[in-house]
């Protein structure tokens, strides 16, 4: 059971969908209604999530954190004339992001339960979504990788064009075009790794762990130049997905115009894709060349940390809003996996969690207001907490942990990423955790000045009087995220003990490369 849990965890969300297909075939047969079976759908879907997040558990306690490599891996020969390995398994970087996936999933799964048409393809394409998400984070072998990191483009496109807003094609095209470019650069770069590592070592495989240790014992050595065009296809294919600026031009678009659920798996586990994929692909692949880059890169993330805060503090609209806030909470993620100090990359990966979860219940929160006044200007609100005194409650938890309040998730990030950065050896490094200093700053007055308008205040619009307290639905989904968001806050060294071996490992090899990349 150990060393299949992972496969079980990754495809049990497509198992459901094709559930939710089939009956929905089945029933329609027997002359049901669509609107008699509509609400099955939703169950089906949420029982699957749930099942999954349960089956995810059981990765914890196969888990040992004192060891750094992958671990409860599955290997086994698919396209043997390739070198193509179903290669899966999990480390201390890995681990918890499949968790954070499937966490999120019932949420983005109960925020979508309002919606009345196509219901069963709606929550097909979110099962799907999650079976891609899960996938990319286990692989071990670039051409599996690949193939999940294409499958979790699909069902966002569907999500965003079928259930989102007025313009919602030109958000999912524009978000399936700037991806697309990331990932055909990343696709040339896999294939030249791959022949160039056949050619050394006269063995044709897509393994990571074998090229890895390929490139780190010197039997694969490819040329400075070259490594600097592989570093840049998979650099930018990542720095799309983050988004680091300037790339980012497709997020506000996608989260506007994205349904309620779709917004909440973009913002919670999609852009870590990014982020993820730097620390695991980029840093032990081309480490003298990460090192090189990374006052480069460095630049960028503060650049996006102070534009996208900038950005949000003048935002009429709240999805807007938090999603101009991804932007500048996410140059802090890339802040601190190139700085290459333990404390930085360690702060970085569990800025990944808390970005998921307190930007996810912030989309849930935003999500919940337009359902009841079918509008998300912040000037329409005004007094909401003399109507919604809970959902007030969970509403400014969530934003404090967005911005760093002590003793809750956002605050241990941070405080780990702009620490290690102050410290870290790269160039101009410490400027730079200056500047990322002043980003904390700006995420406290956009936020406080939108929770000051929607929460507080005399209630100046009349619909707001109307305003329906929260349903037992909406409560269970917002629940689980504030509570992880006190939890993180409180007993960080919980999740920060089983990354640590894993984290430093590749921190490890950045290290012992920076001394021949300065030269």
């Not at 909401?384 to 404090?400: D, E, H, K």
């Not at 000051?452 to 209630?459: E, M």
């Amino acid at each position: 059971m150990s060393s299949s849990i992972i496969t079980i965890t990754t495809f049990f969300p497509t198992v459901g969908a094709i559930v939710i297909m089939l009956y929905s075939i089945i029933q329609l047969r027997r002359g049901k209604s669509r609107e008699e079976i509509r609400p099955h759908y939703r169950w089906i879907a949420f029982i699957v999530s749930m099942i999954t997040f349960v089956f995810s558990l059981g990765l914890l306690l196969g888990f040992d954190s004192s060891k750094s490599e992958a671990q409860l891996v599955t290997k086994l020969s698919w396209i043997q004339e390739l070198g193509v390995y179903y290669h899966v398994g999990v480390d201390g970087i890995s681990l918890w992001l499949v968790l954070l996936t499937t966490f999120m999933v019932p949420g983005a799964v109960m925020a979508s339960w309002t919606f009345l048409k196509r219901v069963h393809e709606l929550m097909i394409f979110i099962l799907i979504l999650e079976t891609g998400m899960i996938g990319v984070f286990v692989s071990l072998d670039l051409f599996l990788f690949y193939l999940f990191w294409e499958i979790v483009l699909i069902p966002m496109y569907f999500l965003i064009g079928i259930y989102g807003g007025e313009n919602r094609i030109y958000a999912a095209i524009k978000f399936v075009v700037y991806t697309v470019v990331g990932s055909l650069l990343m696709l040339v770069a896999i294939i030249a790794l791959y022949y160039l590592n056949t050619q050394a070592t006269g063995v044709t495989t897509f393994d990571l762990v074998e090229i890895t240790n390929n490139i780190a014992s010197g039997k694969l050595v490819i040329a400075r130049n070259f490594q600097w065009w592989m570093w840049l296809a998979f650099a930018l294919a990542f720095f799309i997905k983050v988004p680091l600026w300037p790339f980012h031009t497709w997020l506000p678009d996608a989260h506007t115009e994205a349904p309620t659920g779709a917004s909440v798996l973009l913002a919670g586990v999609l852009l870590k894709m990014g982020t993820y994929g730097l620390m695991r692909f980029n840093l032990p692949l081309f480490p003298e060349v990460s090192y090189q880059a990374a006052p480069w890169v460095m630049l960028l993330a503060v650049i996006g940390i102070v534009y996208g805060a900038l950005v949000a503090m003048v935002q009429p609209d709240m999805k807007k809003l938090v999603a101009y806030s991804s932007v500048s909470h996410l140059g802090f993620i890339v802040l601190g996996i190139f700085a290459f100090t333990s404390q930085s990359m360690q702060g970085a990966l569990y800025q990944m969690l808390n970005h998921g979860i307190s930007t996810g219940a912030l989309f849930l929160c935003v999500g919940i207001l337009y359902d009841r006044r079918h509008t998300r200007d912040i000037d329409e609100f005004g007094g909401v907490a003399q109507r919604m005194p809970r959902y007030s409650t969970m509403f400014l938890i969530t934003a404090m942990s967005s911005l760093g309040l002590p003793l809750l998730n956002g605050f241990v990030g941070e405080f780990l990423i702009l620490l290690g950065t102050f410290s870290s050896t790269v160039p101009g490094a410490k400027w730079f955790s200056v500047i990322g200093g002043i980003g904390v700053v700006l995420s406290a007055v956009y936020l406080l000045w939108m929770i000051q308008r929607v929460l507080f205040g005399r209630i100046t619009k009349h619909e707001n009087e109307e305003l329906d307290h929260l349903s037992i639905r909406e409560r269970f989904s917002l629940l689980p995220p504030v509570a992880m968001a006190v939890l993180m806050g409180v007993t960080p060294m919980l999740f920060l003990k089983a990354s640590f071996n894993s984290v430093d490992s590749v921190r490890a090899i950045v290290e012992s490369q920076s001394s021949r990349a300065a030269k």
